[in-house]
């Protein structure tokens, strides 16, 4: 198989798994969606603070909660499975590829129904004009924060308590992310320009890219 049919197979693979287990729409997103109801409660329903703080909310709240989707599978990555794609020839870069392009889907379609969610409880000054610059920001989080997920997942992997590590991993690595994110929905609100913001989110998805798949195959021979 190419490096695009292993990339592709794989992904199939964990979504179906996650279609199985349910893990970010039956476990995550609910505490997520808690968590965002919460906010305008504890403001005492100041209605202009409620919208003043919306997005900012969605953003800090989507990348903690974010976080868990991408790394979901992590977690529940055993030898067996490894010495499987060993055996059958799995290039370890086909494989974080893969990983990424999963945990990229199901990050973004949290992501979007956080922000519906959002939306409806918060009313924030967003154009519809800016759906598309919305929507691309969403969509540059959630592959950065696939990325990072799938990364730290690699470095903690044999480790004790490794998920707890790869969060702490992940945390501090997704502030670029957090940022660019956030400063992009202030510009939209404010009708500046985006571009500094969406060049920091790309930046960062690419450098991520390039030391995932740089790192794929040493991780891989460390863990063996």
Do not use: C, K, N
Request: no cysteine; net charge neutral; hydrophobic share 60%.
């Amino acid at each position: 198989m190419s490096f695009g049919d292993q990339t592709l197979e794989l992904a199939r693979v964990d979504l179906a798994l996650e279609r199985r287990l349910g893990e970010s729409f039956r476990i995550i997103a609910p505490f997520a969606l808690v968590a965002l109801a919460m906010f305008p409660m504890a403001l005492g329903l100041r209605i202009t603070l409620v919208s003043e703080i919306g997005t900012a909310v969605f953003w800090a709240l989507g990348i903690l909660f974010g976080m868990q989707v991408a790394l979901r599978r992590s977690s529940t990555d055993d030898r067996e499975r490894r010495d499987l794609h060993a055996l059958l020839g799995v290039d370890p870069a086909a494989r974080f590829a893969g990983r990424v392009l999963a945990g990229s889907l199901l990050t973004t379609a949290f992501l979007v129904v956080l922000f519906v969610a959002m939306v409806l409880l918060y009313g924030p000054r967003l154009p519809l004009a800016a759906a598309p610059a919305i929507a691309l920001s969403i969509v540059m989080v959630a592959v950065g924060l696939s990325e990072l997920g799938t990364l730290a997942g690699e470095i903690a992997w044999g480790l004790r308590d490794r998920t707890a590590l790869a969060s702490l991993i992940v945390a501090p690595l997704a502030i670029p992310l957090l940022v660019a994110g956030s400063q992009t929905f202030e510009a939209i609100a404010a009708g500046a320009g985006i571009l500094p913001w969406v060049l920091l989110m790309l930046t960062t998805d690419l450098a991520l890219a390039v030391a995932g798949v740089a790192m794929a195959r040493p991780l891989e021979e460390a863990t063996r």
